[in-house]
């Protein structure tokens, strides 16, 4: 039986870059200060290779102070941003609007869909405004009454920091006895956190690449959710794609894309959501930097498309220019 047009796999767009000459000089800049440090190193790693291999002058450089250093001397043409993270990681706005300012070009979102995306308290703000579906939550301050919150969200929910990524600080709270220790693991972190409900069911994840939404990806960690360890270093957590079939896949890419551009994001990202027991998608949160491991999910779906490691790497670079184009936000 031939699969129905709605789930089948979508071909990629052409690659629009042939000459690796035309991209210039690329700084692949990495590590960073961020929680997300070590992820960001494999990325980076990765990104690296990929591009050397495809015969790209792209060179390592760690953190947002050494880039700017070099920027500013004119070692650099242009950015491949696989920084991860807040506070020195680079996918908060911040390191986008220090390059906006250089006029250098980069991968990812600008200023406004990076900050926003980072802020998952504002993102689901966004979300909510334009009727897409999100898990109800109430924002942290610090301070705030947690247990009051907990109540009016109810159980079970998440708490998490607001601004990180990786899973880091996230737990799963079935009881109000395990409430405390919830919270003083997600205030490690800068900044506020969030609180919201948890959804049970399917973990799914959508990768934007320019105008292409990839294939979905379902993902099943042998243990009870995906967390840090079944994302980097598990062996056996199992990812399925398409994760759906038909007139589900076709709709949940096409709520992918929605949540995407309206927070304002280009270039390439990551889109995460939670599919509950009735079929029903609710909007997690954006990655406007999503990792580039050996255990990750953009190259996993860019496979799907016949989109290799290294093909995706230079695909990802190829939408720089459309900011020095002055296309994207």
Known sequence: ??????????????????????????????????????????????????????????HAVDGIPALLD??????FARVFNILHGQHGGGEDGVLQGALDSLHIPYTGSGVLG??????????????????????????????ADVHAAAHAVGFPLIVKPASEGSSVGVSRVFDEKDLDAAVALAQRYPGDLLMETLIEGDELTVSILADDVLPSIKIVPKGAYYD????YIAEDTQ???????????ASLRALARRAFDALGCSGWGRVDVMRDRDGRNWLLEVNTAPGMTTHSLVPKAAAAMGIDYRELCWRVLETSFDREQGGAA
């Open 1 to 58: 039986m031939n699969p129905s047009p709605e789930s089948r796999v979508p071909s990629p767009a052409a690659r629009r870059i042939t000459d690796p000459a035309a991209f210039g000089r690329v700084a692949v800049v990495m590590g960073g200060s961020s929680a997300e440090r070590e992820v960001s190193l494999m990325s980076g790693k990765g990104v690296l290779e990929a591009l050397g291999s495809r015969g790209v002058d792209a």
């Open 239 to 249: 990812y399925i794609c398409p994760g759906l079939d038909g007139g589900a896949e």
């Open 114 to 143: 990076s900050a926003l995306s980072m802020d998952k308290v504002r993102s689901k703000w966004v979300w909510t405004a334009l009727g897409l579906p999100t898990p109800g939550f109430v924002p942290l301050p610090r301070g």
């Open 228 to 231: 840090y360890n079944a994302k």
């Open 70 to 75: 070099a920027v500013r001397a004119g070692h």
